[in-house]
């Protein structure tokens, strides 16, 4: 995601809505009614010690010397009287009264002490009026200090402030800054983005004819593919204050708390319409409220709520609602149906046109050497997403400034791709010498499979350099041009080129070393997405035995078939990729000399082109004549 998010580039202002108004006044009060009650209970307890009598009782016991003690407070007066004390020493003050208005306490007290009373005067001593007061202020600041700590912990602005408003994570921005200029490739999802947009610029357009708008539109693509980036740009497009928050951010602790911060944002949002709200992750609290997905009372309220406001709001405010997901399939329908978001909106992985773009938009700004060819760049990084090739720009940027260079150029960009998908060199990993020699010819072993076979697609690199990512070595393979379509012979071919590192250890050396651990893999789940899913295998035919879950993420597949045919495919698959590492050693052990010749090279060299290989291959194929590799 955009970790700019929030952060405001062009007015430099707060975020507005950061912190409800209510917040700091709210335990002020809290604390203000607890001191108050604290006192009056203490109060209530201490009078109820005491009895109460008039001021004339008190007056008369003074005048008939029945006085045995007395306290004068600023608000009554506290007494004893010679006949109580007797009754119970323990006891003190036993009786209170009210102070006579106007009185003069002072002349009271000494009037008192003169006649032999002792006499506790507080008023006099210790100004309990303002100590009084200045005790109540320092509870109701402790109180209020205590308070507001008290509910920071329970997260956020918790139960004092927080209370039905919405946490600080709503941001809005003025103006995005964005437009579509920013947004490389994607150029269906804008289409469908400009109506919306015009909508914006002039409602009344469209209400005069009487069309009813959409009032939101699912933005649905895998992470990284520019979604929000995309929501930016509209708001940016339309010149309107844009709103996002999470769909994370809604799911919280209490029920009820997430139904009111949705209830909090859109009206936020209706006081400065039109505008865009964009909540990512809608799935947080979009997902179907079926028990499949694991929902919940609170989510489903808050999901309730944010149906609730969408079908609310009136359209021609200009209020418009984008979401995004990367994992359509889990939404509840009613989010989907019509009047909601009721647009799909399909942000794909950029193809080669997409990439060069997207790497031409995030160069714009960085100073690049002659030798630049963003072309090859994007060729190579077929799959990649908008957020890689951003990244791999700014890598690329880095490494030039590492070097003291000032400019990037190609081998930075290069440099910073293989960094991307094998981690940095590591310098320090001793090989032995045997090691060593087993790394080359497995990696020969693929790379020469890759060169000999007619489908394969190109080898532009191959290295023994240990990289971070653990790879003792690698190939590198280029395609030549964008592809869709796979047919059955590449994949074979391709199934081929991976057992290929491990045809060579064996067809040389006799060994079988942990090296081919991830090839192994790959293979394997290629094999068996050929036999589930693409019907490419004689068994199975065009039965399909598997279904791809969530294709917007790791696009893993589940079996769905009977226990007795997932131990068939089992069997099929393993019967593919037999064939696949027989043909593989065969082909190895009819270029032996190849493999030996090219193998002793890398040795050397650490790292050949794929140029140098095919220089190798060609020359021997002139030279032996071989026939080409048919082995179907
Ligand atoms: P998503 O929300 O789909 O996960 P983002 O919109 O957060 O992805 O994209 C992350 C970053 O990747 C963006 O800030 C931007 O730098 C870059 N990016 C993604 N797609 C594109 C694109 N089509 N054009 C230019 N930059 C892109
Ligand atoms: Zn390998």
């Not at 956020?156 to 402030?161: A, L, P, Q, R």
């Not at 769909?247 to 029920?255: H, L, R």
């Given at each position: 995601m955009d970790p700019n998010r929030g952060n405001n580039p062009n007015n430099g202002k707060k975020p507005e809505g950061d912190r409800p108004k209510g917040s700091f006044f709210t335990p002020l009060m809290i604390a203000l009614i607890l001191v108050l009650l604290f006192s009056w209970i203490m109060n209530t307890v201490e009078k109820s010690q005491y009895t109460e009598t008039t001021l004339s009782d008190f007056f008369d016991a003074k005048n008939s010397g029945q006085l045995a003690e007395v306290e004068l407070r600023y608000d009554r007066i506290l007494y004893m009287t010679k006949e109580e004390a007797a009754k119970?020493?323990?006891?003190?003050?036993?009786c209170f009264t009210g102070l006579p208005s106007g009185g003069d306490m002072l002349a009271l007290a000494e009037e008192l002490d003169a006649a032999g009373v002792k006499v506790n005067n507080q008023i006099v001593e210790d100004n309990s009026m303002i100590m009084m007061i200045l005790s109540y202020a320092i509870m109701i600041g402790g109180m209020f200090l205590l308070m507001n700590l008290l509910t920071k912990r329970m997260g956020?602005?918790?139960?004092?402030?927080g209370m039905g408003k919405s946490k600080a994570k709503v941001y809005m921005e003025?103006?995005?800054?964005?437009?579509?200029?920013?947004?490389?490739?994607q150029d269906e999802a804008k289409e469908s983005l400009q109506e919306i947009i015009d909508f914006l610029h002039n409602p009344q357009k469209y209400t005069a004819i009487g069309a009813k708008l959409p009032k939101g539109a699912l933005l649905v693509g895998s992470?990284?593919?520019?979604k929000t980036l995309l929501a930016k740009a509209v708001a940016g497009e339309a010149n309107v204050p844009f709103f996002s928050i999470s769909?994370?951010?809604?799911?919280?602790?209490?029920?009820g708390m997430g139904a009111s911060r949705v209830r909090d944002l859109f009206q936020q949002a209706a006081k400065v319409a039109p505008c865009i709200i964009f909540i990512d992750e809608i799935d947080a609290v979009?997902?179907?409220?079926?028990s499949r997905y694991g929902s919940n009372s609170e989510q489903e309220q808050t999901l309730n709520q944010l149906l609730s406001e969408i079908d609310g709001f009136e359209p021609s405010k200009g209020i418009v609602c984008l979401a995004a997901t990367?994992?359509?399939?889990?939404?509840?329908k009613a989010l989907l149906r019509p009047g909601r978001f009721d647009r799909r909106i399909i942000v794909d992985r950029p193809n080669l046109q997409g990439r060069l773009d997207t790497l031409k938009v995030h160069t714009r700004k960085i100073r690049l050497a002659e030798d630049v060819d963003l072309r090859k760049i994007a060729q190579a990084?077929?799959?990649?997403?908008g957020a890689d090739l951003a990244n791999l720009v700014n890598e690329a940027a880095l490494r030039a400034v590492r070097m003291g260079r000032q400019a990037v150029n190609q081998e930075d960009l290069l440099v910073s791709f293989e960094t991307v998908i094998a981690?940095?060199?590591?310098?320090?990993?001793v090989l032995t010498d045997m090691e060593k020699r087993l790394v080359a010819y497995h990696e020969v072993g693929h790379a020469l499979i890759a060169a000999l076979e007619k489908h394969a697609q190109p080898v532009s690199k191959i290295t023994i350099v240990p990289h971070t990512s653990g790879a003792l070595g690698y190939t590198m393979q280029m395609p030549e041009e964008e592809k869709f379509l796979s047919t059955a012979d590449e994949l074979r071919t391709e199934l081929r080129t991976l057992v290929g590192g491990r045809a060579a250890e064996q067809v040389v050396f006799g060994v079988q070393t942990t090296g081919a651990a991830n090839d192994i893999q790959r293979a394997t789940s290629l094999a068996r997405n050929m036999v589930t899913?693409?019907?490419?295998s004689e068994k199975f035919?065009?039965?399909?035995?598997a279904s791809v879950q969530n294709q917007y993420l790791d696009g893993q597949a589940v079996m769905d078939c009977s226990q007795e045919t997932a131990a068939e495919v089992d069997k099929e698959v393993m019967r593919l990729l037999d064939s696949a590492y027989t043909d593989a050693k065969r082909i190895l052990t009819e270029n032996r000399q190849l493999l030996d010749e090219i193998s002793e090279f890398l040795l050397v060299k650490e790292t050949i082109t794929g140029d140098e290989l095919m220089a190798y291959v060609n020359a021997d194929k002139t030279a032996l004549p071989e026939p080409e590799q048919e082995e179907k």
């Open positions: 119970d020493p323990s006891r003190q003050k036993a956020g602005d918790g139960i004092m402030g003025k103006q995005t800054g964005v437009t579509f200029k920013d947004v490389a490739g992470p990284g593919t520019g769909g994370s951010d809604f799911v919280e602790m209490f029920v979009g997902r179907s409220r079926d990367n994992r359509p399939e889990i939404l509840d990084t077929a799959g990649a997403v981690g940095t060199e590591k310098k320090n990993t899913q693409y019907g490419m035919g065009l039965m399909s035995t």
